[in-house]
């Protein structure tokens, strides 16, 4: 089974300013012959179900704001906000589903400084 | 708009089985993609428990798999959920979702339901 651990556990940032989340894989989740990474990220707000961020550990999903944004490959990924605002405060999640069973980071609450 | 809606008892009893539906509005189910089921313990994380295909195909998480079953009626566009012989450590928010497709490959869970709380208590 992929495990999938997220740091830090919680994050606080001033308004208008960067937040880095990390997530790394204990073994690959890039399939080479597609060239993709099956790596997703979700942001879940209090009282709601989680919301698809990020695929293919780059790629926004349709609506989300372009503060919002992911790098990696392999092992070690990265969901960076370029500019906090005040709704973007949620706990956030890696998923991997390049191989079942599908697992997600514990998460990253991320709260305003 | 495709939309989740996730239905059944919210209390059952230590050692029954939970039974849960999701119901499927704005695409049939028989056209495609596969369909799970994440739960969310209370103030923790999210695990997948299994995904089914309109075919019937389905896959479980290895930690549930004695105790689940996922199945499909397309008739109904519908999917349900079956975990027996359950305990306090089955309470949990539990979530229906369709894993994404974009140009033939996968990207995620991209719609899901709103999620139902089940208490496992006597």
């Known amino acids: 089974d992929i495990v999938m651990t997220q740091s830090p556990d919680s994050l606080a940032v001033s308004l208008g300013e960067r937040a880095t989340i990390n997530c790394k894989s204990s073994?690959?989740?890039?399939?080479?012959?597609?060239?993709?990474?099956?790596l997703a990220w979700y942001q879940q707000k209090p009282g709601q179900p989680p919301k698809l961020l990020i695929y293919?550990?780059?790629i926004r999903e349709s609506g989300v704001p372009d503060r919002f944004s992911g790098s990696g490959s392999g092992t070690d990924f990265t969901l960076t906000i370029s500019s906090l605002q005040a709704e973007d405060v949620a706990v956030y999640y890696c998923?991997?589903?390049?191989?079942?069973?599908?697992?997600f980071g514990q998460g990253t609450k991320l709260e305003i400084k | 708009q495709v939309q989740l809606q996730e239905s059944g008892p919210g209390l059952v009893k230590p050692s029954e089985t939970l039974s849960l539906t999701c119901a499927v509005s704005?695409?049939?189910?028989?056209?495609?993609?596969?369909w799970g089921w994440i739960r969310q313990p209370p103030g923790k994380g999210l695990d997948w428990i299994g995904s089914?295909?309109?075919?019937?195909?389905?896959y479980y998480n290895p930690s549930l798999k004695s105790r689940v079953t996922i199945s499909v009626d397309t008739s109904k566009n519908q999917f349900s959920l079956k975990l027996s012989s359950v305990t306090a450590a089955d309470t949990a928010v539990y979530y229906c979702?369709?894993?994404?497709?974009?140009?033939?490959?996968?990207?995620?869970?991209?719609?899901w339901g709103q999620g139902t709380l089940v208490i496992v208590s006597s």
């Open positions: 979702a369709r894993r994404g497709m974009v140009r033939g490959d996968i990207k995620g869970f991209d719609y």
């Open positions: 704005g695409y049939s189910i028989s056209s495609g993609y596969y």
């Open positions: 089914i295909y309109h075919s019937g195909t389905t």
């Open positions: 073994q690959t989740v890039l399939y080479s012959s597609h060239n993709k990474n099956y």
């Open positions: 293919w550990a780059s």
């Open positions: 998923q991997q589903y390049y191989s079942t069973p599908y697992s």
